[in-house]
């Protein structure tokens, strides 16, 4: 066997093992959609690859058969198994199968992304969903080949390599602390559903320059990896998380300290009084993303239009539980009013009572608001709007207008504001998260150091790093290896104190580092990571 296919069968089998946490390059699983985005569920693909590829069995971890580029793989999904049709010479029976190519890319005939072939760093997993009524295409990709295909195409490259650094940041914060997790067969999907990722034809130089320049770098608040929630245009004002989402049915949420309603200058009053709201949704003051077309919009309908709009999604919003009490026969109409019941300190819509003749029905949640209120089919932007009714001599609502702000639920990081921080202010991809995450850091991924070593791989622009340490069991001393060099750090202290914070800026180099942590004897369990910002970036 040649050293080329043994080097393809470890890749072959380091993506088909369970692999210890930081013994390896982080591995993302992402469930690949149909053309639509809509669909994970596949029947009949033809599959290709860049450079000679290999078909490997997930369950016996072997090689099963080596294929030149020049062909091809249709895959159908049969009853019992995958019938795999290499070329139309072979045809192979097989339960659950992984393609990989070494030195190339993979794709999937006719699938496309941005109006070019979509195709894939990594391998492909091949799986039959739980049904067995389809199966599922999961490319099995590295962390930093995955975010060279998603941050191009969740930010414009205008925004600058700040924003870029920021935006890389918050994706690779979502892959390991999502709010939901849709699938358990995957970490996230492709689309909108999680975060876009088009895969290695999208790829631009700056946003590559973004991801390898904030390589192992993650947004924390005290020892845990935070939810970098973002979206398009907060408006000026971002809002609390709890003011905006649910857990499960229970809204609001249950707060995050991190992320809280933050103006973008200091001027701004909380917007949850109704006349604050409007001075402020109906003017343009000078803010972050006042550069986003959605930074202000207006939307109106007359009664009919808007009755005949609220109804087309209302049966299955009704089911949420957050539109209260459920309407009769899933409809209403003859709206005599609408009134905004509660605010966000944004202006973020939380509740509103929409009055009938047939009753008052209270509608509650961003999200559930500007889908319920659509326009000509549309949702609303945001929730982030005021209300301005017109009527008859008779009282009779005759036109119904909304002025708004923000595109988007407004929470965590607005990615025009990023943009404009970057580019128009200066600011450094650290300044902005910390803008838009209240008391965060910007440094490793937070691991609990137990009986196997955990190695690091981060970039840093900067020699500046502080190791934190949270000594929950009592240990004495942890072994740390930094860019080689092994450090005894002892945890010596009084037997209350349990946080220690250590220096390492001088055993640090500009661009990557690796660090190595070790177990400690006696069986004790820490928790590290380091902090990469430096004392101009807020730490004392």
Known sequence: MGIKIIKTLLVCMALLLFIPAGLAADIVRVGITDNNFQSVKHSDVVVYATDEYLICDKNTKRIIAKIPASKTLRVTHEEDSFLVNIDNEKTLGLQSFVVVSENGLIGIEGLKRKGKPAIYHGAMEFTRTKQNDGFYIINLVEMQDYLKGVVPNEMPVRFGIEALKAQTIAARNYVLAPRVKAYEEFDVVDSVASQVYFGANTEEDITNKAVEETEGQFASYKGELILALYS?????????????????????????????????????????????????????????????????????????????????????????????????????????????????????IMEIEIMTERGNYIVKKELIIRRLFLNHGKALPSANFVLDIERDENGNITQITVSGGGFGHGVGMSQYGAGFMGTKLNKTYMDILKHYYTGVIIGTEPVVVKSEPVKQKFYTAEKSGVLFIDNYTNAKMIPVRINGLLLEIGLSGNFLQRDFEYDISKHLQKGENEVIYYPINGGKEVKVWIDLGNKEDGRE
């Open 232 to 348: 398009s245009t907060a408006g000026g004002y971002t809002e609390s998380y709890s003011n905006a989402f649910s857990d499960k049915y229970q809204f609001p949420a249950e707060g995050k300290p991190y992320l809280i309603a933050k103006p973008d200058m200091l001027s701004f009053v909380p917007m949850n009084k109704e006349e604050n709201a409007r001075a402020f949704y109906t003017s343009i003051p000078s803010a972050y993303d006042m550069d986003s077309p959605y930074f202000r919009w207006k939307r109106t309908w007359t009664l009919k239009e808007f009755e005949t709009d609220i109804n087309l999604n209302l049966k299955s919003l009704a089911q949420t539980g957050f539109i209260t009490p459920p309407p009769q026969d899933n409809f209403i109409y003859k709206v005599k009013d609408l009134k905004v019941l509660k605010r966000g300190d944004s202006g973020k």
